[in-house]
């Protein structure tokens, strides 16, 4: 026979976040809120994200649902050429919330400040700080956007490739990489029962 | 039982250029390394784990990924929203209905399209078969890895009577690529309506066949009960949703509380169990599997009559022959939506859809560039946070559980790597 434990009932679908947002500006200031079909977004500058989202996270926001870059060097009147996306909600209360993180890089802006921070002064790539300490489930989600799109986390406890092969050398999901490849699957060395 | 996980604590990560190997001690000299797939029966599908054990306990495990990686998300940006539901199905493909269902809810959140209720009734149908079928299959490939060929085949010979309701309605039993933007391909037919009532009569007989099985199946409980327990906690923070949340629970189902296409006129009640183990997350599919065959049986009788596709003014879906031959609209809109670059237009815009797919919130962040394609689809899988939390709930246990707790997360390798 199944278990039946009396579980607590969700609260009713509440997808106000205005005092969250109330919350938010109080503390950080003004930020840039937008709603569209029902989803609240705050963009929020690399200088500030972690701690914003270490304060949603004090604030209910248990559960990221997803961690994922927007490539928008195709993009029309883009300013910055990545859009981290985290989407944030709350078990408790059943809110959602859409942070973006603007990140740049020299090939849409020659003159692009690649971290805010002066210990990633001398990294190629554009960097943000990893949201691990406060979700084990952004591990892989990081390790996922920096093996598609090239943007490094600091402090990520194990940055490695997650989907493509180790060796691989591209970043596949960025705008600039075509559909096709560029002959990786071609050039994959042959191993012989001696090799091994 | 399993020995406490503090015991064998310590850092296990393959060598790379920029993360040299942590400096393991001289005691630990006895563990050895197993590598577990990628090409294994036991895993389902591709995926590998590096175990490693000491003796038969496992101290570790590395799971790897993307031996599957097909680039789906890569293809969203160049395939059309009616075109890419193909690729949707080849996601998770246990259930591939329930994947076309979130890619176009997606979509038309997006687009702010509004269903007819004969669409949104027909929608949810599909969506709960594709549920008891996938769950029958994750359940079926559990009781399989532990060894009871019975249930399995007992499972399987119900998915062959969905896969037969799923080709009399649209020619596909597997890859079915049902949904279109605003509408679905075919609409219910009377055989398909008695088909699903057939179903609905004989399913719980199977259903309580197979609990007799293996419920209180003295093998059965002491393999999976107390086997890699996920903590509420654990799974909130890791990501994790569906039945291995509610398992542990977690009560969480997007059906109740954001409800999506039709769920909110149905009466139905959200499994959760407490323990969080594979015991609790098989009884957790098992009844979930009931409240499906509830939500069909309600929304079969209650199938609303009408249009299952959106007026042809928003030229959004294919109109009907009769509408293209005998109306204007209809063939101006079948026009622009079969031309290259005219067709529905697209906000601007970003949105994300979650919905309770069989596996847990699987959702679309689809972000839109005004063109008949998206320009970012981004899919979030159930099963990728589901494989990354596998390492916390194998510590501990033995080699044959690694099997028991795989098949409980239900990780489907083609939605895990995309």
């Not at chain 1, 200031?29 to 994200?49: C, H, N, W, Y």
Request: negative net charge.
């Amino acid at each position: 026979m199944p278990i039946s434990i009396p579980m607590p009932s969700t609260p009713p679908l509440t997808a106000d976040t205005s005092d969250i947002l109330r919350f938010l500006t109080e503390r950080f200031g003004a930020l840039e809120t937008s709603l569209f079909r029902d989803q609240t977004r705050i963009v929020v500058p690399e200088s500030k994200s972690l701690e914003v989202l270490a304060f949603l996270k004090d604030s209910g926001f248990d559960m990221l649902v997803d961690l994922t870059c927007v490539d928008y060097l195709e993009y029309r009147d883009a300013l910055r050429r990545y859009g981290l996306v985290y989407l944030l909600a709350s078990t408790l209360t059943n809110q959602r919330l859409t942070l973006r993180v603007f990140v740049d890089d020299p090939v849409m802006n020659p003159h692009a400040v690649l971290s805010d921070g002066p210990e990633a002064a001398d990294k190629p790539m554009p960097t943000v700080r990893s949201a691990v300490p406060l979700w084990a489930a952004a591990n892989w989600l990081e390790r996922e956007v920096w093996d598609l799109f090239g943007v490094r986390f600091l402090g990520h406890p194990d940055l490695r490739r997650l989907v493509m092969p180790d060796a691989f050398t591209a970043h596949p999901l960025r705008k600039d990489y075509p559909l096709q490849g560029r002959g990786e699957r071609h050039n994959f060395p042959v191993l012989t029962r001696d090799d091994g | 039982m399993p020995i406490a996980p503090s015991q064998y604590d310590h850092d296990v990560r393959a060598s790379d250029a920029e993360f040299p190997a942590s400096d393991r001690t001289r005691s630990e000299d006895y563990l050895w390394t197993l590598n577990f797939g990628p090409q294994h029966p036991a895993t389902h599908t591709t995926l590998r784990l590096v175990l490693t054990l000491d003796g038969e306990r496992v101290v570790d495990a590395l799971p790897e990924m993307g031996y599957l990686h097909s680039g789906f998300e890569k293809l969203g940006e160049h395939l059309t929203f009616n075109q890419y539901v193909t690729v949707t199905d080849r996601m998770n493909y246990i259930s591939p209905m329930a994947n076309n269902v979130a890619w176009h809810c997606a979509v038309e959140k997006l687009m702010g399209i509004q269903l007819t209720p004969r669409c949104q009734y027909i929608r949810t149908i599909i969506a709960e078969l594709a549920r008891i079928s996938d769950h029958l299959l994750s359940n079926g490939a559990v009781g399989l890895d532990v060894g009871a060929f019975t249930f399995f085949l007992y499972a399987f010979y119900q998915r062959e009577v969905i896969y037969d309701i799923f080709e009399t309605l649209c020619g596909a039993r597997f890859t079915n690529s049902y949904t279109r933007v605003g509408g679905v391909s075919h609409d219910f037919t009377p055989l398909v309506v008695q088909k699903i009532r057939d179903f609905i009569k004989t399913f719980p007989k199977t259903l309580a066949d197979m609990e007799r099985l293996l419920t209180r199946n003295r093998i059965f409980v002491d393999r999976t009960k107390g086997v890699g327990v996920l903590s509420k906690e654990a799974a909130i923070n890791g990501g994790a949703s569906g039945p291995v949340a509610r398992a542990s629970g977690v009560p969480r189902d997007l059906r109740k509380d954001e409800p999506y296409l039709a769920y909110a006129d149905f009466q139905f009640q959200v499994c959760c169990a407490a323990a969080g183990d594979c015991y609790a997350r098989y009884l957790v599919r098992m009844q979930e599997m009931r409240e499906s065959l509830k939500i069909v049986a309600q929304a079969i009788e209650n199938l609303p009559a009408g249009d299952i596709h959106i007026g042809i003014d928003q030229r959004t879906s294919l109109p009907t022959k009769k509408q293209v031959y005998s109306t204007i609209e209809g063939t101006i809109s079948h026009f622009e939506l079969s031309m290259a670059n005219r067709g529905f237009e697209v906000p601007c815009e970003e949105s994300y859809m979650g919905t309770e797919a069989p596996n847990g919130e699987l959702g679309f962040y689809i972000v839109g560039d005004g063109s008949e394609s998206a320009y970012r689809a981004r899919c979030r899988p159930p099963s990728l946070l589901h494989f990354s939390l596998f390492p916390q709930l194998i510590r501990g246990h033995t080699l044959s559980d690694v099997v028991a707790v795989l098949g409980s997360l239900n990780i489907i390798a083609a939605e895990l790597d995309r």
